[in-house]
């Protein structure tokens, strides 16, 4: 598995941390629902070297807080 897979796969299983924190502004669930899809996508549309380069410097809190 490549690791920008690794990294996807990451950020798929903490979901709940993105919500989380997209809680902090909005109890609409279907607002924070849609936020955290649009972050997904985001992350998967954004240039992979940047989003590596985020992970090796901070890990899982560098792309909480990334996004």
Not at 28 to 39: A, T
Request: with cysteine; glycine share 4%; charged share 35%.
């Amino acid at each position: 598995m490549k690791k920008i897979d690794k990294i996807y796969k990451l950020i798929a299983d903490n979901r709940h941390r993105f919500v989380a924190v997209a809680s902090r502004y909005s109890e609409d669930k279907n607002v924070i629902d849609e936020v955290c899809q649009e972050q997904m996508l985001y992350f998967m549309q954004m240039n992979k070297k940047v989003l590596i380069d985020i992970y090796d410097k901070d890990g899982l809190e560098g792309l909480v807080k990334y996004g």
